[in-house]
């Protein structure tokens, strides 16, 4: 079983930032993919930044010059920073990772519960 747990949401005012963290633990032999996702009220969940292997990265075109992720790969951890943020940055942010949890065996994804992320303006 794999635990995944986010942390660090939190009320900022527009212009703020914010740091997230989020812990991968239990039966991991690796870990492929981090990610960080948001959701919104009434907004499909959309991606806002991923790392991988080889710490290749992605972004949100909307996050991109303000957001930046990271991971350490002896802690299966990813942090997003998060700077000028704004109202719209407004969500509940998902860590997801890409677990393997057997050498040869098959990649699942988990999912943390969310934290939540409040811009005031």
């Known amino acids: 079983q794999v635990q995944v747990v986010e942390s660090g949401g939190g009320l900022v005012q527009a212009g703020g930032s914010l740091r997230l963290s989020c812990a991968a633990s239990?039966?991991?032999?690796?870990?492929?993919?981090m990610g960080w996702w948001r959701q919104s009220p009434g907004k499909q969940r959309e991606l806002v930044a991923r790392i991988i292997d080889g710490d290749s990265t992605n972004y949100a075109d909307s996050v991109k010059g303000r957001f930046t992720i990271s991971r350490d790969n002896a802690q299966n951890t990813v942090y997003l920073q998060m700077n000028s943020l704004k109202p719209e940055d407004t969500a509940v942010y998902y860590c997801?990772?890409?677990?393997?949890?057997?050498?040869?065996?098959?990649?699942?994804?988990?999912w943390g519960q969310g934290t939540q992320v409040t811009v005031s303006s």
């Open positions: 997801n990772c890409d677990v393997r949890t057997l050498a040869a065996g098959p990649t699942y994804r988990y």
């Open positions: 239990g039966s991991i032999f690796s870990i492929s993919v």
